[in-house]
């Protein structure tokens, strides 16, 4: 089968399952990536500065064929080491090979594909030092709106995704079950990511999503993580999680609602997940939402996960008329949105600094709130990021925001010096991967890692949808089971009589009497391995119009968490 086919049942198969991978939850649809194991990635310039293009190059050390799905036929074919420039005349596209032009007025989007296993070079884009490569094919499509420019999309197996993934978010040296809870952190965030900016694709390659270099920055350790961990993902009551994660908590994790707005760009604070809730590394130490309790964490370095990190402590200053000329750059920048008031316009001065204090703080003693009082007003300032950017130091925003603050005036009552005492370095939501990797080298294992930073978690496959209707199709999905066991969870809440699946090759019916209820729980222990298993589920067969949510659990919600 030619390798375009083949993509072309898998994206006829992301059209089949977009609606079956969106389901409720109270009132609450899931943002998913469809369940086809494709992921569409938009990949960035140098140095991540544009996720547009007005012209770029592809190369392969193999064959390439370009495809113009427009038009739905080929428009050539390469041989190994061609150089293909594309460049984009308000809404059409001109194709180089070598400089010599040999396609134009293509609408496309036009689809980039290897014809053997070589990888497909970005000419003249860095990744960490080396030229950037990259499994998959790509797409290169119109960018929505926007005459003369263009994306780039590589359009690429979740499994082979994350090998560009792990190893750029987390080196091998944290330890390998370290890996492997990033790895399902990384699942979790590409099948579900906080927010979905892009039209043409679903995540990008930089921070803003989660970092992705592609081929040539994979490692065995990662992958041999992401095999071992294969198809599994953290889950919160049946749900696929958003599980966010950061470098250094700082010994004390934070509560969702405390650093982030509603999805989208909402109001802050969010709506709390019951997931992501702030706790400390050590049951011991208090809740540090008071002034008191922040100040003696954060100036002291107590025992904790995070402490091999270079920022569980870390310090800044400036003088007062440093900090003034700082905000005076970087509060009119924010004073656009609620999180800033009142609005400081470029170029207006924001007066001498008597001080800055905490309004709020949340459980990790991260501020949610503070105000800057100066002889002109008072500023209230919102949310840690935009505080991090706010404070900046040498214009680096802060590590994070976890800070206590001593304001040192002098007899004026004006600031003489502003000290920052903190901890930790991110949002400090979720995960902390130096604690992660901490906690490896210290004999826990990668589901222990997520069940300490993920509340009431369990592990286990994303669920599927199956309807029973008669253009429905069987679905597979593979999944690691380290402890050779599982169970199969069903959400049976329509009713079905009659279900059937396949688990390593052994077919299972279950009848109208093992099917009575809404939800289900049943053993596969005796027919599950350790390592890779596969599960396929077949369509339910209904005289009306039903469907059914399944899925596989390896790890059970752990107890007393």
Not at 88 to 111: D, Q
Request: proline share 4%; with cysteine.
């Amino acid at each position: 089968m030619r390798i375009f086919k083949l993509i072309s049942i898998i994206t006829l198969f992301l059209a089949l399952f977009s609606l079956l991978s969106t389901y409720s939850k109270g009132d609450e649809a899931c943002n998913c990536t469809p369940v086809d194991g494709l992921i569409r990635v938009g990949i960035s310039t140098n140095n991540f500065q544009r996720l547009e293009y007005g012209e770029t190059s592809l190369s392969s050390a193999g064959k390439l064929e370009l495809f113009d799905k427009f038009e739905d036929k080929k428009i050539k074919e390469t041989s190994a080491g061609d150089v293909l420039k594309f460049v984009i005349e308000k809404t059409t596209f001109e194709i180089y090979k070598n400089g010599e032009l040999i396609a134009s007025n293509i609408m496309g989007p036009i689809l980039v594909q290897p014809l053997d296993e070589n990888p497909i070079q970005v000419v003249g884009l860095k990744r960490v030092g080396k030229q950037a490569a990259y499994r998959g094919v790509f797409e290169v499509v119109r960018a929505p709106g926007k005459e003369g420019k263009f994306s780039l999309v590589n359009i690429i197996p979740l499994e082979d995704y994350l090998k560009g993934v792990v190893p750029n978010e987390l080196a091998p040296h944290f330890g390998m079950e370290a890996l492997k809870a990033q790895t399902i952190a990384a699942r979790n965030y590409a099948i579900k990511p906080r927010v979905r900016f892009y039209k043409q694709f679903d995540v990008c390659d930089s921070v803003q999503s989660q970092v992705y270099f592609g081929y040539n920055t994979e490692k065995p350790e990662t992958n041999e993580a992401i095999e071992a961990t294969k198809g599994l993902v953290a889950m919160y009551e049946g749900d696929v999680i958003l599980a966010l994660y950061s470098s250094t908590a700082g010994g004390y994790t934070e509560n969702y609602e405390n650093a982030f707005s509603e999805q989208g760009g909402g109001s802050f604070p969010a709506k709390p997940l019951s997931y992501l809730k702030g706790k400390p590394d050590n049951r011991e130490f208090p809740v540090l939402n008071t002034e008191a309790k922040a100040r003696e964490f954060y100036l002291s370095c107590p025992a904790s996960y995070d402490v091999n990190s270079g920022y569980y402590r870390w310090t800044r200053e400036w003088t007062g008329e440093e900090l003034r000329n700082v905000l005076n750059t970087t509060l009119p920048a924010y004073s656009t949105s609620s999180l800033v008031s009142p609005t400081l316009k470029k170029g207006e001065d924001i007066g001498r600094i008597k001080r800055i204090d905490v309004i709020s703080r949340g459980v990790s003693g991260k501020i949610i709130a503070m105000a800057v009082k100066t002889s002109k007003g008072e500023w209230i300032i919102k949310k840690e990021l935009v505080i991090r950017r706010v404070l900046k130091k040498s214009g680096k925003a802060l590590p994070s925001a976890n800070i206590v603050f001593n304001n040192l005036t002098g007899k004026d009552g004006y600031l003489v010096k502003l000290e920052a005492f903190g901890g930790g370095f991110g949002h400090g939501v979720g995960m902390s991967q130096y604690g992660a990797s901490y906690m490896s080298k210290n004999g826990f294992t990668f589901d222990q890692i997520l069940q300490h930073y993920y509340d009431g978690i369990a592990i286990g496959t994303w669920p599927v949808y199956l309807h029973s209707d008669y253009n429905a199709q069987p679905v597979k999905q593979e999944f690691a089971s380290p402890n050779g066991k599982a169970d199969l969870l069903i959400d049976n809440t329509e009713g079905i009589g009659k279900f059937e699946f396949i688990i390593n090759s052994k077919k299972i019916s279950l009848n109208n009497d093992q099917l009575r209820h809404s939800k289900i729980r049943i053993p596969l222990d005796r027919f599950i391995k350790k390592g890779v298993n596969e599960i396929m589920y077949l369509p339910p067969d209904e005289n009306e119009e039903k469907s059914v949510r399944v899925w596989v659990e390896v790890f059970r919600k752990a107890e007393n968490k």
